[in-house]
Structure formats: structure tokens, C-alpha cells
């Protein structure tokens, strides 16, 4: 079973890692060095129907790039650059699926 890991732990990035924890799915959030101490593994999901579910996620830090299956991006367009130039060792065989609202940003990742 893949381990889906969410780069940019917004709002977004928590509904998803919250869907995808439902699904029965690996979750871990890549955290940049400065929320090293401020991680929580657990996520109060609450669903439209207003069921609580606590989801259980895994920290990841950018060291640990070596270790990701596959990456979802949630990051503001204007830092998705930075935060993969953070991820040094991530495999060239690792799927980044970026979720974004900018334009330009996938072909300037594909030149990374």
C-alpha cells in the first residue's frame, strides 16, 4: 500500500489526508524544520453529516525525502519551487501530483 505524503498541512492538505485516511490509506504530512516540535499525528475530521473522526497521520521531514512514495502538493503556487528544492534525495521516480491555482509552476518542477 502506498503512503500518500502532503506537503502544505493547510486545509486542504488535511481534508485530503483526512479522505484518504477513510479510505484506509498511509498518510504523512512533510514539515518543514521550523514545526519539527509544533506536530500533531491527529486530525479531528469532522464530515458533512458532523461526525467527529480522529485521523492518525505520520510526520516527515524533509531529510526523510528518500522515504516518499508519492507526493501531493498544497502549497500557495508561488512556493511550490522552494518547499521541493527543500526535499534534496526525494527519488526521481516519486509521483508529485500538484494541487495549486497558478499557471507555469508544473514545467518549472519538471526542470528541478
Not at 516540535?37 to 461526525?51: A, K, V
Not at 491555482?101 to 519538471?110: F, H, I, R, S, Y
Amino acid at each position: 500500500m502506498t503512503e500518500w505524503t502532503i506537503l502544505g498541512a493547510g486545509a486542504l492538505g488535511c481534508v485530503m489526508a483526512g479522505l484518504l485516511r477513510q479510505r484506509g490509506e498511509r498518510v504523512s504530512f512533510m514539515l518543514s524544520a521550523r514545526h519539527r516540535g509544533h506536530f500533531h499525528p491527529s486530525l479531528d475530521l469532522i464530515t458533512l453529516s458532523g461526525r467527529h473522526e480522529l485521523i492518525q497521520s505520520q510526520p516527515r521531514f524533509p531529510e526523510q525525502a528518500r522515504q516518499v512514495e508519492c507526493l501531493l502538493v498544497f502549497t500557495k503556487a508561488y512556493q511550490v519551487l522552494e518547499a521541493l528544492k527543500g526535499l534534496q534525495g526525494l527519488p526521481t521516480s516519486t509521483p508529485i501530483i500538484l494541487f495549486h491555482n497558478g499557471l507555469g509552476v508544473a514545467e518549472q518542477v519538471q526542470e528541478l
